[in-house]
């Protein structure tokens, strides 16, 4: 294999699985661009080898260039489990653990010199993420809930913490007010609008209620 070939393989690697890397990015997944890259690149490298190592020893005796592509297929799986985390009843990145996997593919694709099977894989990679997040905002924008929250003080700080567990589920706020007066016991009552999936309702009430001051919270 020429180093024109080797380089080739590559480069496109890494420019197949930056694209998928950056589209993770954007949307502020544990594993962005850079860690894409590098497993695609990785993946392509590792092929390359196996086929440089079947070709240069094969008068040694039968040698099986798909055994150490093989061991990344498998080795890669511990690298997506890292991208998974739970977060009270629900988990979150597995899709980013898919597209790390994918871009394992790709690599190794790449590294074969499958050109068309890279170009075609990396595209349909690409489309489902950006397919799967119009449709994740389609869903949200369908179920924007009003959230009332009793709390002790209400100030900079603590509005910031009710955006960030709300952006932590993949939702937004989208409007947050206080009462014009406090109750007698000096209770502040919150209202806010969040645009999130019906599905981490219960996860979203439960970490804002453990927020310190916050008396109570629920939806309405």
Known sequence: MSYDVVLIRIILSAILGGMVGFEREV???????RTHILVSVGSAVFMITSIEVASRYSHLGAVDPSRIAASVVAGIGFLGAGAIIRYGASIRGLTTAASIWAVAAIGLSAGAGLYVVTGVT?????????LSRLEERMELKRHIRKLTIKTDFFDEKTGQQISDIVETYGGSLKRIETSEKESKDGVIELEVDIML???YYRDVEAEISSLPGVAAVSWK
């Open 122 to 130: 990396a595209a349909i990679v690409v489309g489902t993420l950006f």
């Open 27 to 33: 949307h502020g997944c544990a594993a962005g661009l």
């Open 197 to 199: 999936s019906r599905i």
